[in-house]
């Protein structure tokens, strides 16, 4: 059956239960011609008062949900203040993709699993009723199992955000909401098949981000030297009260690493190093084809550590 798709600019109304928001497109562009996605319409975003650009605030920044990639990556006082989102950024995707990629589209892209990816596969996030890359290909998904699918979140800039402690702030039928990014992104459940929990139709408006008092780094491990998807992303922040580690790559959500920060435990020689190292990966049940991730988290915490340190 062939779908019709009208184009329409953003004006406020509800979104229908078959329409699509568009901004930078990067990401339902190819779910379109996939075959995946055939929205009634697709409401475009940028032809409305999308907020784009970063402000500088008492306690940090301001990144309007149309902010660009680049624009992030570029920014000189986030390069500065803020280097692990600046580096996030900065490795994620081509830059013709980065110049139209949005901050907010980037958090809420769908699952880059190559079954999802596929029309014809009937996976578990899809509607069907099992993961096919359970016992299939799944080198570059989850060793962390959160549920019935193992896909991984495929945003660099979310584990950076949740790393910072960063809120976003969305509008839903004209009531405002504030949530960290950390309750923002979520496994897929039974309940919604979604890596994230924004209402249908709701718009992400803005992102705070927190300045931190220490310093930051983002380390990515890809299949290629540049613009892949992380096999592993390690985002880590100093802070006062100790660091944050968030990893890529190895879960459905942007995976907070405790058990390698209580290792470590606000002890910053090599020692403590290596043990917080090793113990990046406690609890991780990779598959068979997925077991290198392991050694690569441990590596790449290590090397963020030392960074800090």
């Not at 110049?99 to 699952?111: F, K, P, V, W, Y």
């Not at 890809?222 to 100790?242: C, E, K, P, S, T």
């Not at 907070?256 to 917080?276: F, H, Y």
């Not at 990966?281 to 915490?301: C, H, I, M, N, W």
């Amino acid at each position: 059956m062939t779908t019709t798709t009208r184009y329409e600019p953003y004006v406020g109304d509800a979104l229908a239960d078959d329409a699509e928001f568009i901004a930078g497109g990067t990401d339902l562009v190819t779910l379109m011609r996939g075959g995946l996605r055939r929205p009634t319409a697709v409401v475009d975003l940028k032809a409305g008062d999308l907020s784009v650009g970063v402000t500088t605030t008492e306690d940090g920044w301001r990144i309007g949900a149309g902010t660009t990639l680049a624009m992030i990556e570029e920014h000189a006082e986030l390069i500065a203040g803020a280097p692990v989102l600046s580096q996030a950024a900065a490795q994620a995707a081509t830059r013709q993709i980065r110049n139209r990629a949005t901050i907010a589209g980037n958090l809420l892209q769908r699952s880059r699993c190559s079954y999802f990816r596929d029309e014809d596969i009937p996976c578990w996030l899809k509607g069907g009723t099992s993961c096919p890359a359970r016992s299939g290909l799944h080198e570059h998904l989850a060793v962390v199992d959160q549920g019935p699918c193992i896909t991984t979140q495929p945003s660099d800039a979310a584990s950076a955000l949740v790393a910072l402690g960063a809120t976003v702030t969305y509008d839903d039928s004209g009531s405002s909401t504030t949530v960290l990014v950390d309750e923002l992104l979520a496994a897929p459940s039974d309940d919604d098949r979604r890596l994230h929990r924004l209402p249908h139709g709701a718009v992400i408006q803005h992102l705070d981000v927190p300045r931190p008092n220490g310093p930051s780094v983002y380390l990515k491990a890809m299949d290629r030297a540049a613009w892949q998807f992380a096999l592993v992303g390690i985002a880590a922040v100093r802070h006062d009260d100790g660091v944050r580690l968030v990893a890529s790559g190895v879960a459905a959500t942007p995976y907070c690493l405790v058990v390698a920060t209580e290792a470590l435990d606000g002890v910053w020689t090599p020692d403590r190093i290596e043990a917080a190292a090793r113990a990046a990966t406690t609890g991780f049940e990779p598959g068979d084809r997925s077991r290198y991730k392991l050694p690569l988290v441990q590596a790449l915490v290590r090397r963020a550590l030392d960074d800090l340190a």
